[in-house]
């Protein structure tokens, strides 16, 4: 079976590149289409990832004839681009006395609640939507429920964007919490000031400890060009930062994960990423369940605590697992993700 | 049995909602005094119809929890914003006990349609003795968020979206459509005057139909969210000078829908009051299914319409109506009223007292969970230990309202208040911070 993967947000690139190494074992061959923008993203891939790509305007792809020698396209465009895809993808097929290729699309996140909703609206229509578990697919249900769309075809494929496979390294020698930050929860300097203080504060109560401030995003090379609105900008500013309150980068991340002897954060999807692995993971929850901060996702992970109650630090490292019910729900308990895709797939291809 | 009830709201919302559940509860079965707490810009029209339907009191929280009547109902049902809601459960049950006094089940519920947020709205009321929801919908979504999680036993009852007293459908309706405005949905100005642009093009190619549009406030009112530029100023932005069957109209929307054919909304609860007075509705679908609108709520209505594209008022009047499956999915239903509300609490009243709801759970953490007295005063020091004074202050005086003998949190949050910073800090290091 050959598939192509479309994105053209980082985000979307990693995730597709993660659902091709877990198609190929599913034997599918997945070629890239990488938008312009992410090229200087896709040298971070491996050689054979970015051997199997291609450089190409997602829209130009749509209505190219490289589509007619693929089975199906997954479709993981900004939200406001998927329906022009689609329609231009048709439209082409049309013109060519061709039927359309099978087209599938879905969240890149296991998102829950309004988020999922708004994240779910503009992929109805494609002839598949991948959904992580459960709890998306109930929620689809709901939305769908006597519309239009009642009828929409869908997959559950467990955490397919998750990086949750062992890369084999051991802990750091020295204990290390990684702060797992987001552009925008918080999103205002002032609030992001208010909680690098904190951090700050746990770092000088914990001499013992590394607190690694890890960006899920991705900062300008240039410090300069930092926003105040991240806590790298605020770690930059401290002239009395404590030496064991230390900055990742992003493309660290997966390596700064495994070596971690704990995980917090507020609503990253990297929380996950530890929980399936078994780290000890805090989520913050001195803001409370709101909505502007994902809260509804992790409230039902049993790993709720506030930053007041994480002191001191070693107190983590015996704390319980995630919720395995919840887990299950959101998507864990789904083995054989990309067989159910590629059974669903060939069906459509039929 | 007669119930006695109380129900205590503060905006206008909550009070169409403490109206609408009076007006559902049976007469007989329930008496029913409303409380509606003073707040500014309260529509006098509500408060007005609220005074002719039973008994009103206007009383403040703080004076409500002091007073001797509040023992002599059989239960209470609170209607306030989220964060009101969680700190009335917390400061009645506090009062109660200090006081020695029985505590009655509380229940809560929503004022209308969930359009988003449902999730934080359920994270705020956790811990009441019974949260009233509107039909399946609301709760399949709230099974899923509890489910696996130490709150799933949180119980819940279905009282569905019937506002109004029916009518019997009658033969002589105006040619005239009710458009039902929303003070943010749509949001942006430029939408806001495409809309009624819209509308105004609709008038004109239904010369033999009027049609009005229903501000939801009027401009000296005030609701829930924030008016930047109220309706009429649109009018005026959008069309110079409208059509002249097109206007804007301050009449109670009961008395709009019960004499016209057809009422259009984007995604107001309204919908639904003009169901109960046999008015046809119809949802915009101009703006497409968006989650900012609410209108993915109302996509298996069945009656979606492009205003822009509809040939005249007569073929909107003409198209088909809501889909039965689908209004009862969403709770407008005979089998979901007041009634079930009055069966649960006698339910209840079978049962020994309520007992105070564990709220702190281990890896748990819900909005409502905070408003312990002594966590509210650790917060607030940890809230001064980052300088962030406004939360320090919000907490105390929660923590005050809660316990307002308490000499050290009155000490404490004087010193927060004092403006000078030097005078501040040095009242805050001679005032007992909280210890535990």
Redesign the interface.
Not at chain 2, 144 to 149: A, D, G, N, S, V
Not at chain 2, 362 to 367: A, D, E, S, T, W
Not at chain 2, 385 to 388: A, I, K, S, T
């Given at each position: 079976m050959k598939l192509a993967l479309i994105s053209d947000s980082p985000a979307a690139l990693q995730a597709c590149l993660h659902l091709a190494r877990q198609l190929h074992g599913a034997g599918v061959e997945v070629t890239q289409i990488v938008a312009p923008a992410l090229e200087a993203s896709l040298q971070a891939a491996a050689p054979a990832e970015r051997s199997r790509a291609l450089v190409m305007e997602p829209l130009a792809f749509a209505t190219s004839e490289l589509m007619d020698h693929l089975e199906a396209a997954g479709v993981f465009l900004d939200p406001p681009r998927l329906a022009a895809f689609r329609q231009g993808h048709q439209r082409a097929a049309s013109l060519r006395g061709q039927r359309g290729r099978p087209l599938f699309s879905g969240p890149l996140q296991p998102l829950v609640g309004d988020a999922l909703s708004a994240d779910l609206l503009p992929r109805l229509g494609y002839d598949l939507i991948c959904l992580h578990g459960q709890t998306q697919v109930e929620a689809l249900a709901w939305l769908v429920r006597g519309s239009a769309h009642a009828a929409q075809a869908h997959a559950a494929i467990g955490l397919w964007s998750l990086p949750s496979a062992p890369v084999g390294l051991a802990v750091s020698e020295r204990p290390q919490l990684l702060v797992l930050e987001q552009r925008a929860v918080p999103g205002s300097a002032r609030e992001k000031a208010l909680l690098y203080r904190r951090f700050q504060a746990l770092a000088l109560a914990s001499p013992g400890w590394t607190v690694r401030l890890q960006p899920d995003y991705p900062l300008p090379g240039d410090p300069q060009l930092w926003e105040e609105t991240t806590l790298a900008w605020h770690h930059r500013q401290d002239r009395q930062r404590p030496a064991n309150l230390q900055l990742g980068q992003l493309e660290d991340l997966p390596l700064s994960l495994m070596q971690a002897w704990a995980c917090l954060g507020i609503s990253s999807p990297w929380l996950l990423s530890a929980m399936v692995r078994g780290k000890p993971t805090v989520v913050l929850g001195d803001y409370g369940i709101r909505t502007e901060f994902d809260g509804p996702l992790f409230f039902g992970s049993g790993l709720m605590r506030r930053l007041a109650d994480c002191q001191p630090l070693e107190r983590l490292l015996t704390a319980p697992a995630a919720n395995a019910g919840w887990l299950a729900d959101l998507g864990w308990a789904i083995a054989d993700g990309p067989q159910r895709l590629r059974r669903q797939l060939e069906a459509l291809a039929r | 049995m007669t119930l006695k009830l109380l129900l205590v709201a503060d905006s206008d919302s909550q009070l169409l909602a403490a109206q609408a559940l009076a007006q559902g509860a049976g007469a007989g079965r329930a008496a029913i005094t409303v409380n509606a707490v003073p707040r500014e810009g309260t529509p006098a029209a509500v408060l007005e119809a609220l005074e002719r339907q039973g008994e009103l009191w206007r009383q403040s929280l703080r004076q409500l929890l002091n007073e001797p009547r509040l023992d002599g109902f059989d239960a209470i049902g609170v209607y306030l914003t989220g964060s009101k809601l969680a700190e009335f459960r917390s400061v009645y049950l506090a009062s109660r006990r200090q006081l020695g006094r029985p505590t009655r089940p509380l229940f809560c519920g929503f004022n209308g349609v969930v359009l988003?947020?449902?999730?934080?709205a359920i994270?705020w009321r956790l811990g009441y003795d019974l949260i009233c929801l509107n039909g399946p919908?609301d709760q399949?979504?709230l099974e899923?968020?509890?489910?696996?999680?130490p709150f799933a036993g949180q119980r819940s009852v279905l009282t569905g979206l019937n506002r109004q007293r029916g009518v019997e459908p009658q033969g002589g309706r105006l040619n005239r459509l009710v458009f039902a405005e929303q003070v943010v949905m749509p949001a942006e100005a430029a939408e806001r005057r495409r809309l009624v642009r819209s509308l105004a093009a609709l008038a004109r190619r239904s010369p033999d139909w009027e049609v009005l549009i229903k501000p939801r406030v009027a401009p000296h009112e005030s609701t829930f969210h924030t008016v930047e530029t109220h309706i009429d100023q649109t009018l005026v932005e959008a069309l110079g000078s409208p059509p002249a069957n097109l206007r804007i109209s301050y009449e109670p929307l009961a008395a709009l829908l019960a004499s016209s054919r057809v009422m259009a909304t984007v995604s107001s609860t309204a919908f639904f009051d003009a169901l109960d007075l046999g008015c046809k509705p119809v949802v915009l679908a101009d703006f497409g299914?968006?989650?900012?609108l609410g209108t993915?709520f109302f996509?298996?209505?069945?009656v979606l319409r492009q205003l822009e594209s509809a040939a005249d008022l007569e073929s909107l009047a003409a198209g088909p109506d809501p889909?039965p499956?689908?209004l009862e999915?969403v709770g407008y239903h005979p089998r979901f009223t007041a009634e079930n509300l009055l069966e649960a609490l006698e339910q209840l009243a079978t049962e020994a007292g309520p007992a105070e709801p564990v709220l702190q759970h281990?890896?748990?953490?819900?909005?409502a969970a905070?408003l312990a007295t002594n966590q509210l005063r650790?917060a607030a020091e940890?809230a001064l230990?980052?300088?962030?004074l406004e939360e320090a202050v919000r907490l105390l005086e929660i923590a005050q309202l809660q316990r307002p003998d308490h000499r050290n949190i009155a000490r404490r949050l004087a010193a927060m208040r004092i403006a000078n910073p030097i005078a501040r800090r040095l009242a805050l290091l001679v005032t007992p911070r909280f210890r535990a």
């Open positions: - | 988003e947020r449902f999730e934080e994270a919908r399949a979504r899923l968020m509890l489910r696996h999680t299914l968006r989650h900012d993915p996509a298996g209505s069945g889909d499956d689908w999915w281990p890896g748990y953490v819900i909005n905070e650790r940890a230990g980052r300088r962030d």
